[in-house]
C-alpha cells in the first residue's frame, strides 16, 4: 500500500531543487515521507465496521462517530493516545482508497499531515503530507496548515526556512504565536494586536498576554488578562466561551504571581499537586521536586478530549527548562498546555 501511495504522490509532486540547508531539509522530508513509520506494518486496520468509508464531504445531519470518518476521527482516535497509530493507518487507506477523487485524497493528506503533528509530534512526516498537498506553494490557500508546516521546519531545526515561509502566510491568531515560539515577541505581539480590534470572544487578547507572558513582560500580560476579566455581554446567562476565557485569564494571573513567589531551592522534596482550568475543566498536575530540582511533572487528572501532544510535551519543556518561565505553549491544543504550565506554577508555589 505504502509504494502506490509514494508512486501516486510523485505523479503530482515536483521535486524542489535547493542548495544548502534547504537541500538537507528537502532530503529529511523526502526520505522520511516515502519511508513508512516502523510501527506501520504492526499496527492493524482497525475502525467500526460501521463506518463509512465513502467518506461523504458533507455527513449527515446528526453525530455518529461510528459511522462519519470525520467525527469518529474527532471523538475517538484524537482523545485516545493508544489509537493514534490506528488513526494514521485509517488516513492512509482512505487515501488508497479515494485515489481517484481529488477532494478526498487532498482531504486525507490534510488530516495526515495535522495526525503526524499534532498527535505522533513526526514533523517530518508531517511537512511531506503538507507539500503533496501543495501547501509551500500556496500558503494563501491553505493559511492554518502553513503555519503548521512552518512549525514542522522549526521543530526540524530550520528556523531560517519556517520565518521565510510565515513571511508568506496571512497574519492571525496561530501565525503569530509561532512567530512567538520563534522569539519573534514584537512581530507576533502586533500581529495579534490586529487581531483584537474586533475581539468580542477575548481570545485574541488572551493570544496577546500569552506572548507578552511568554516574553517575560509580566505587567503587560496581566493587564491583557485583566481586559478579558471585563469584557462585558448582554447575554443572560454569560455564554460559555465568556466563561472559559474569564477562567483563563485568571488562572494566568494567579500563575504569574505564583511565579514570583518561586524558588526551586525553597520547595521541600516530594510531590506537590495543584490545578488548573483546561478547555473541558480543570487540569491537575504533580509535580515532583528532589534537591531543588523538578524530577516529573505528571498530569495526574483531566477531561480534557482534543489535548494532542500537549500533556507529554508541555511537561517535557518544563522539565528541560526547570521552570515554567518561557515555555511556550502547544500548538493546536494551547488551552490545555498553559493549564499544565499554570497549574505546575500553581504547586511549585505553594
Known amino acids: 500500500m505504502w509504494t502506490l501511495l509514494v508512486a501516486f504522490l510523485l505523479l503530482f509532486t515536483a521535486t524542489t531543487q535547493a542548495e544548502g540547508t534547504r537541500a538537507e ?136 526556512e519556517a520565518v521565510k515561509l510565515l513571511a508568506k502566510t496571512p497574519p492571525g491568531l496561530m501565525h503569530a504565536t509561532l512567530l512567538g515560539s520563534l522569539g519573534e515577541i514584537d512581530r507576533a505581539i502586533a500581529m495579534a494586536l490586529e487581531e483584537t ?41 454569560l455564554p460559555g466561551w465568556l466563561i472559559r476565557n474569564r477562567n483563563r485569564a ?22 506537590h499537586v495543584a490545578a488548573s482550568q483546561g478547555y473541558e475543566g480543570p487540569v491537575e498536575v504533580t509535580v515532583t521536586m528532589k534537591s531543588g530540582r523538578i524530577t516529573d511533572v505528571a498530569v495526574t487528572k483531566h477531561r480534557e478530549k482534543q489535548f494532542y501532544s500537549a500533556i507529554n510535551d508541555t511537561s517535557a519543556k518544563i522539565l528541560k527548562k526547570q521552570s515554567v518561565k518561557g515555555v511556550d505553549t502547544t500548538s493546536n491544543a494551547t488551552i490545555t498546555s498553559e493549564a499544565i504550565i499554570n497549574a505546575t506554577a500553581k504547586a511549585l508555589a505553594r
Not at 85 to 100: A, C, P, S, Y
Not at 257 to 270: M, N, Q, S, T
Open 25 to 160: 531539509l528537502d532530503k529529511l522530508i523526502d526520505r522520511e515521507g516515502k519511508t513508512p513509520p516502523a510501527w506501520f506494518k504492526e499496527t492493524p486496520l482497525n475502525y467500526p465496521k460501521s463506518l463509512d468509508l465513502s467518506w461523504p464531504m458533507k455527513p449527515p445531519p446528526g453525530w455518529d462517530n461510528q459511522k462519519n470518518v470525520g467525527q469518529f476521527v474527532w471523538d475517538v482516535v484524537n482523545p485516545n493516545p493508544s489509537r493514534w497509530r490506528e488513526g494514521v493507518k485509517l488516513m492512509h487507506h482512505l487515501l488508497t482508497q479515494h485515489k481517484d477523487d481529488p477532494e478526498k485524497r487532498e482531504r486525507a493528506m490534510l488530516t495526515l499531515c495535522h495526525m503526524y503533528h499534532n498527535l505522533l509530534e513526526d514533523y517530518a512526516r508531517a511537512a511531506f503530507w503538507c507539500r503533496a498537498v501543495g501547501v509551500e506553494k500556496d500558503p494563501e490557500e491553505y493559511a492554518r496548515s502553513a503555519v503548521l508546516l512552518a512549525e514542522c521546519y522549526w521543530r526540524l531545526g530550520y528556523r531560517e
Open 250 to 271: 485568571t488562572a494566568s494571573i494567579t500563575a504569574i504571581k505564583a511565579i514570583e513567589l518561586f524558588d526551586p531551592k525553597k520547595v521541600a522534596d516530594g510531590k
Open 197 to 237: 480590534n474586533d475581539d468580542s470572544t477575548g481570545s485574541a487578547t488572551l493570544a496577546v498576554a500569552d506572548l507578552c507572558r511568554l516574553a517575560g513582560r509580566y505587567p503587560e500580560a496581566i493587564r491583557h488578562y485583566q481586559t478579558v476579566l471585563y469584557i462585558n455581554v448582554l447575554e443572560k446567562p
